[in-house]
């Protein structure tokens, strides 16, 4: 199926993705509790822990310094450190990535699983990597002779860079769905059955020239297929006529041959066996009789 491609603009080549600088989420675990043991830490050391936790925690009784600059400097070391820890674990699933940014700069993609530690000062945006399928609404297209035809297809893709899909355009996905109407417009998609390939060759070019389009965007396509194939509202009355009468063309042409067939061989039995002796204008009736009675026979079923 011949389709041109267009020229599509240029993507920032330093714009890739990169894995981010991410920690075990034991790492944050530890500072998160460290943080706490800080903070009663300083409690203790200033005289305002509770009794019951002193008893608790199995601490020596302490008259306290009270609180002052130093404790103060402490619960705010302590308090930091705990929020750190804590605020910056992060749960890394299969088939999602998290986007990290920081004041507008794109800081990594982490792509792995599990407990993590993350930066609690960056930005987060969760991208789905997964195999995805899209199943479109009918969308217009035309055969190899212009006739307008309706055509629904099925996409399979996935994101490939999240750097380039999330950062490098607006909306990915609505720009995926541009991709295959423009497609659409430049293959030629015949019905199903036709002798020029139908539906796998116009799949295949479809497939090709949105994997080429989506590719700088860091789209996946893996597949475009076209689902249902049918002819556009306003011409479908009129095709379906055409049809039609192109069946009941075949099948007249079919019982023709038929009869004449059928007339030829048995005149030809006729003459040879020597039941009858025909002269011209005779064989010509004969003819014009059996096939009168042919065509007649092979109508009364019908």
Same mark, same amino acid.
């Given at each position: 199926?011949?389709?041109?491609?267009?020229?599509?603009?240029?993507?920032?080549?330093?714009?890739?993705?990169?894995?981010?600088?991410?920690?075990?989420?034991?790492?944050?675990v530890?500072?998160?509790?460290?943080g @706490?043991?800080?903070?009663?830490?300083? &409690?203790?050391?200033?005289?305002?822990?509770?009794?019951?936790?002193?008893?608790?925690?199995?601490?020596?009784?302490?008259?306290?310094?009270?609180?002052?600059?130093?404790?103060?400097?402490?619960?705010?070391?302590?308090?930091?450190?705990g929020?750190?820890?804590?605020g910056?674990?992060?749960?890394?699933?299969?088939?999602?990535?998290?986007?990290?940014?920081?004041?507008?700069?794109?800081?990594?993609?982490?792509?792995?699983?599990?407990?993590?530690?993350?930066?609690?000062?960056?930005?987060?945006?969760?991208v789905?990597?997964?195999?995805?399928?899209?199943?479109s609404?009918?969308?217009?297209?035309?055969?190899?002779?212009?006739?307008?035809?309706?055509?629904?297809?099925q996409?399979?893709?996935?994101?490939?860079?999240?750097a380039?899909?999330?950062?490098?355009?607006?909306?990915?996905?609505?720009?995926?769905?541009?991709?295959?109407?423009?497609?659409?417009?430049?293959?030629?998609?015949?019905?199903?059955?036709?002798?020029?390939?139908?539906?796998?060759?116009?799949?295949?070019?479809?497939?090709?020239?949105?994997?080429?389009?989506?590719?700088? @965007?860091?789209?996946?396509?893996f &597949?475009v297929?076209?689902?249902?194939?049918?002819?556009?509202p306003?011409?479908?009355?009129?095709?379906?006529?055409?049809?039609?009468?192109?069946?009941?063309?075949?099948?007249?042409? &079919?019982?023709l041959?038929?009869?004449?067939? &059928?007339?030829?061989?048995?005149?030809?039995?006729?003459?040879?066996?020597?039941?009858?002796?025909?002269d011209?204008?005779?064989?010509?009736?004969?003819?014009?009789?059996?096939?009168?009675?042919?065509?007649?026979?092979?109508?009364?079923p019908?």
């Open positions: 199926v011949p389709a041109r491609s267009r020229t599509l603009p240029p993507v920032d080549p330093e714009l890739v993705e990169r894995p981010a600088r991410v920690l075990p989420g034991l790492a944050g530890l500072a998160g509790t460290g @706490i043991a800080g903070c009663l830490a300083t &409690s203790w050391w200033a005289g305002v822990l509770p009794p019951l936790a002193v008893a608790a925690l199995r601490l020596p009784t302490c008259t306290g310094a009270g609180l002052g600059p130093a404790q103060w400097a402490a619960y705010t070391g302590a308090g930091a450190l929020v750190l820890g804590f910056g674990l992060a749960r890394g699933r299969t088939g999602q990535a998290r986007l990290l940014g920081l004041f507008g700069r794109y800081r990594g993609t982490v792509r792995r699983t599990g407990l993590l530690w993350v930066n609690p000062l960056l930005v987060r945006r969760r789905d990597v997964r195999l995805r399928h899209w199943r609404e009918a969308m217009p297209a035309a055969d190899a002779n212009g006739v307008a035809l309706r055509v629904v297809v996409v399979v893709w996935r994101v490939r860079d999240t380039r899909a999330v950062l490098g355009i607006e909306d990915h996905e609505t720009y995926l769905q541009e991709c295959v109407e423009a497609a659409l417009a430049r293959v030629p998609v015949d019905l199903p059955g036709s002798a020029r390939g139908g539906v796998a060759a116009a799949g295949e070019a479809l497939t090709r020239l949105v994997a080429a389009e989506a590719g700088p @965007i860091g789209l996946e396509v &597949s297929q076209p689902l249902r194939v049918e002819y556009a306003e011409i479908a009355a009129a095709m379906h006529r055409r049809t039609i009468a192109a069946l009941d063309a075949r099948q007249r042409a &079919s019982m041959n038929s009869v004449v067939d &059928s007339v030829e061989d048995t005149v030809t039995r006729l003459t040879v066996r020597g039941l009858v002796e025909l011209d204008y005779e064989r010509k009736v004969l003819v014009r009789d059996l096939t009168v009675a042919f065509c007649s026979g092979r109508r009364e019908m």
